[in-house]
Each structure stands twice: as C-alpha cells, then as structure tokens.
C-alpha cells in the first residue's frame, strides 16, 4: 500500500477560536460569511462550527473543515476575498479574538463494535 506524502491528501483544518462570551454569536455570523466564501474554492469539502456546551470551556468555538489538500486550502486563505474579511474582522476592536490553527491527516478510524 502507498502512502501519500503529508498533505498532499485530504486534510483536516482544525481551527480553535479564543473569543470574548459577549462576542460568540457576532463572530459565528462573521465566521459564517468568510465559511460561505470557501464553498466555492477548489478542493473545498466541509466546514462545521462548534459551539462550547460547557461555559469555561478554554475555546468557546472550534472549526473543523476537511480539504483534498493542504495547497486547496492555502489558496482559498490566500484570496483576495477571504483576507478582506480577516482584516475587517481583526479591524474590529469589538472582536478582539485569537485563532489558532492547523492541518492534520487521519491517522486513526475507530468505530463503534
């Protein structure tokens, strides 16, 4: 069996978001918006964003998306559209927020017996 190098495959962008309590809905309408400009990009697939249950939960939002390859995704980051929306989102002094992110591959399945 031949494995594909490191990011060459599908990938999974795991994005945490650092976000005040008092600023989650505004910024999931906001995420929305920049999500919606990625359906259109080559190699997108998915995007789901998760919401803390819990209130002290240390990230309150959590994006996962899936990509046919780390160049897909970088491309779509790197559009002249999707970085607009970044630098309005950042310009808000309102929506203060730290992102952390990075691409993985499956490593691991498990299912239910």
Do not use: C, K
Request: glycine share 2%; aromatic share 8%.
């Amino acid at each position: 069996m031949a494995l594909t190098p490191p990011g060459d495959g599908p990938i999974t962008l795991i994005n945490v978001f650092d976000v005040p309590v008092e600023t989650v809905d505004e910024f999931i309408e906001r995420w929305r918006v920049r999500a919606q400009l990625m359906t259109a990009a080559p190699g997108f697939r998915d995007a789901r964003l998760h919401r803390a249950v819990t209130p002290d939960a240390r990230f309150p939002l959590v994006n996962v998306a899936h990509w046919d390859s780390q160049a897909d995704l970088e491309a779509a980051h790197a559009a002249d559209a999707f970085q607009e929306q970044i630098r309005a989102l950042r310009d808000d002094a309102r929506m203060a927020f730290s992102a952390y992110a990075a691409s993985y591959e499956l490593a691991v399945v498990l299912n239910r017996a």
